[in-house]
């Protein structure tokens, strides 16, 4: 199929009208609440066989109504709120599946050692709505989690906890439209969400893909699976989107119907949608960046990397190396650190004269520097790997081993490690941590701490305090 466009008119849930783009202060309001009025004179029924209303028939009442009372109205509410409000990213904020994709907070001054049993350094726990195995985002003095219940877990559950205290201050629920079905080591919930620090993206395995602002009103919402009924697996559609520029990346491969999107972070409209190899792939899109300043994703699976205009869905360069189908690409600037049977470093550049494209070569691939299943971590100079008992960092300009820490007896370990100014943090599910410390020559284990939870998930980093979502609850630790 290639690179095509999908019409905001036609299929995949089609959201509701948008108020337009207004001018900020007391004026901004007032324009804002007059447009509102506006569109609400103009609300003219939907016919019958409309994709929205069909979708509709499978969402929870309080989310039906919700968006049947209130599909123009809550654009009005949302846009009133904005105008009265303003969000700045703040440079603490975890924005995404391993924050901007390195899983490294160089300045974070966490605590190496807690214990769930004694308190010590838990600032508070408490428990979700729901289970679910994403990681949490920290946006501001939220924390957003996902969750999911119920028969197949069908019931999903967007949060809102307080920073501060772990309190809730909103939950809102729906119903799962596609697929729900998952491993039960797996979940609905298995995504990590993403935010562009005024909205949050939250997309589950069952395809469904639904947009809030920071106070919990419903902006937009996508049955991306409506129309394609066979994207899905029995394990779970564990890739977590990423926003880049306006624009909301999905990448859904299975052995069913596989494809990528592009979706309007504002208004839900599909910008674009590429055809996918039709095989089983958990990795997420990753964003990049040429040394000119050109944004992509790479997106890579069992069969190789492509590097993808995030504004059009035209693939600017394409690798034929393997990607490894669970751990994701991680990028440091100017290297793409492809996990895989061999670890691949794509290197990035300038273009070499004005118009063309950057370059984008490989600079080194390694057989023995690849991680088990969970994702790299990069910090300037260095790439860490997690396999089986074992820690081990590498040189990011050649692909050298510098250096591998045993870990002792660990469990499974899903979650992607995190690096602070205090050492890598690796997490097993049984919720055991161990923190080694990066010595330059060689790496020591310098802490072991308990949570005394099941945690799939990766943990997210904000000021000097740790976020985990543990299969049922969610955890700060601080001093």
């Known amino acids: 199929m290639g690179c095509g466009k999908q019409s905001a008119q036609g299929g995949w849930g089609t959201p509701s009208r948008v108020v337009p783009d207004v001018p900020g202060g007391r004026t901004g309001v007032l324009h804002t609440i007059c447009?509102?009025?506006?569109?609400?004179?103009?609300?003219?029924?939907?016919?019958?066989?409309?994709?929205?209303?069909?979708?509709?028939?499978?969402?929870?009442?309080?989310?039906?109504?919700?968006?049947?009372?209130?599909?123009?109205?809550?654009?009005c509410v949302t846009?009133?709120?904005?105008?009265?409000?303003?969000?700045?990213?703040?440079?603490?904020?975890?924005?995404?599946?391993?924050g901007d994709g390195r899983s490294f907070a160089p300045e974070a001054k966490t605590p190496a050692e807690f214990d769930a049993e004694s308190g010590?350094?838990?600032?508070?726990?408490?428990?979700?709505?729901g289970r679910g195995i994403g990681g949490p985002l920290v946006i501001g003095d939220r924390v957003i989690v996902t969750g999911c219940g119920g028969e197949?877990?069908?019931?999903?559950?967007?949060e809102s906890y307080s920073v501060a205290d772990g309190k809730l201050r909103w939950s809102r629920p729906m119903r799962a439209t596609g697929r729900p079905f998952t491993h039960p080591t797996s979940?609905?919930?298995?995504?990590?969400?993403?935010?562009?620090?005024?909205?949050?993206?939250?997309?589950?395995?069952?395809?469904?893909?639904?947009?809030?602002?920071?106070?919990?009103?419903?902006?937009?919402?996508?049955?991306?699976?409506?129309?394609?009924?066979?994207?899905?697996?029995?394990i779970s559609m564990s890739s977590s989107p990423v926003v880049v520029d306006g624009v909301v990346v999905v990448q859904l491969e299975n052995q069913g119907d596989s494809f990528a999107a592009g979706i309007d972070a504002k208004t839900g409209e599909i910008l674009w949608t590429n055809a996918r190899n039709a095989s089983s792939n958990w990795s997420s899109p990753q964003l990049v960046q040429t040394e000119?300043?050109?944004?992509?994703?790479?997106?890579?699976?069992?069969?190789?990397?492509e590097l993808v205009d995030v504004k059009t869905g035209k693939v600017l360069k394409r690798?034929?190396?393997s990607g490894d189908g669970t751990a994701s690409s991680t990028f440091a600037s100017p290297y793409i650190i492809v996990p895989g049977q061999s670890t691949t470093a794509i290197r990035l550049s300038a273009a070499e004269t004005d118009g063309d494209d950057a370059v984008a070569t490989i600079q080194w691939q390694s057989n023995k520097l690849r991680p088990q299943r969970c994702s790299p971590v990069a910090s300037n100079d260095r790439i860490y790997m997690g396999r089986g008992s074992t820690l081990m960092a590498g040189s990011i300009s050649d692909g050298s081993i510098l250096w591998q820490a045993r870990l002792g007896k660990l469990s499974n370990v899903w979650a992607t490690p995190v690096m602070t100014a205090t050492g890598i943090y690796i997490v097993?599910?049984?919720?055991?941590?161990?923190?080694?410390?990066?010595?330059g020559d060689k790496g020591e284990v310098i802490a072991e701490s308990e949570l005394g939870e099941s945690v799939l998930a990766s943990p997210a980093v904000s000021g000097d305090a740790l976020y985990f979502r543990s299969e049922r609850g969610l955890i700060k630790v601080a001093d």
Request: aromatic share 10%; glycine share 6%.
């Open 35 to 75: 447009e509102c009025f506006k569109l609400l004179r103009h609300v003219q029924r939907k016919p019958v066989d409309d994709p929205t209303r069909r979708i509709l028939t499978n969402l929870s009442m309080p989310f039906r109504f919700q968006m049947i009372r209130s599909r123009f109205s809550i654009r």
């Open 187 to 234: 979940s609905n919930a298995s995504p990590t969400p993403a935010s562009d620090g005024e909205r949050v993206f939250a997309l589950f395995s069952s395809c469904d893909l639904v947009c809030y602002d920071l106070a919990g009103h419903l902006v937009w919402y996508r049955a991306l699976a409506i129309d394609r009924p066979k994207t899905g697996n029995d």
């Open 152 to 158: 197949d877990e069908r019931d999903l559950y967007v």
């Open 428 to 439: 097993g599910s049984d919720g055991k941590v161990i923190v080694v410390e990066d010595q």
């Open 292 to 305: 000119d300043g050109i944004s992509a994703v790479a997106m890579h699976n069992g069969r190789g990397v």
């Open 120 to 129: 010590n350094n838990i600032a508070w726990r408490t428990t979700t709505t």
């Open 79 to 98: 846009a009133v709120a904005l105008a009265l409000t303003s969000c700045v990213v703040d440079a603490d904020d975890w924005l995404g599946f391993r």
């Open 319 to 321: 690798f034929d190396v």
